[in-house]
Nanobody, 127 residues
Framework: QVQLAESGGGSVQAGGSLRLSCVAS????????MGWYRQVPGKPREGVAS???????VYAVSVKCRLTISKDNAKNTLYLQMNSLKPEDTAMYYC?????????????????????WGQGTQLTISS
């Protein structure tokens, strides 16, 4: 079993920056696909950033150039650096891990749900 614990959410003014963290524990492998999703009430959860085991990162068009996904393997921690934040970035952000090989297709393309989810961290951007 894999446990994912997000942190770093909060309230930020538009134009600001924030970094989300996700600590992975349990039976996690460095070969897993990792990703970040977000969800607002009444809308489906959408993948915003994926990171394959070789470090390849893919981003949703809506956030490209403003978000950076990274991972510290020694700490088993996934990060999402968010810059130039906008009110429409307000959402619950979730970390996810997947054992499959089609990382971008899973996270960004939404072809299937990932194997593991975190509990989420709320981010609110004020204008």
């Amino acid at each position: 079993q894999v446990q994912l614990a997000e942190s770093g959410g909060g309230s930020v003014q538009a134009g600001g920056s924030l970094r989300l963290s996700c600590v992975a524990s349990g039976d996690i492998s460095s070969e897993y696909c990792m990703g970040w999703y977000r969800q607002v009430p009444g809308k489906p959860r959408e993948g915003v950033a994926s990171r394959d085991s070789d470090g390849t990162a893919v981003y949703a068009v809506s956030v490209k150039c403003r978000l950076t996904i990274s991972k510290d393997n020694a700490k088993n921690t996934l990060y999402l650096q968010m810059n130039s934040l906008k009110p429409e970035d307000t959402a619950m952000y979730y970390c996810a891990a997947d054992r499959g090989f089609r990382c971008a297709a899973t996270v960004i393309g939404g072809v299937r749900p990932p194997d593991y989810w975190g509990q989420g961290t709320q981010l609110t951007i004020s204008s």
